[in-house]
């Protein structure tokens, strides 16, 4: 299996086992040290396990429950070839100065 691939598998994994609220496949999908940032929480979960239990405080104190879960048209792009030309950052020397 190439690299994309591989991506799109466990992405689609990823996205199933959210849709069927099958939160053991879920958390299996990030490694115990990933962070987490939701615009909701006033600062960045940093780890595995702190997700899990704002996940948990979901589901008992807001009934949080996924019904489903889709991912359209999914793409995979390298990070060392952006999308598009990122612009000059204002601060930077100009080419001849």
């Not at 879920?26 to 940032?37: K, N, R």
């Not at 595995?48 to 991912?71: A, G, M, T």
């Not at 952006?82 to 950052?89: A, S, W």
């Amino acid at each position: 299996m190439t690299a994309t691939g591989e991506v799109l598998a466990a992405a689609r994994h990823l996205v199933q086992a959210f849709g069927r609220h099958d939160t053991v496949g879920y958390f299996d999908c990030f490694a115990p040290d990933a962070t987490f940032i939701f615009h909701t929480t006033t600062a960045r979960l940093a780890s595995r396990d702190e997700y899990q239990q704002l996940w948990r405080q979901w589901e008992h104190q807001d009934e949080f429950r996924v019904q489903s879960c889709i991912s359209a048209q999914p793409v995979v792009r390298s990070p060392r070839r952006p999308l598009y030309p990122l612009p000059p950052h204002p601060e930077s020397p100009r080419p001849g100065s």
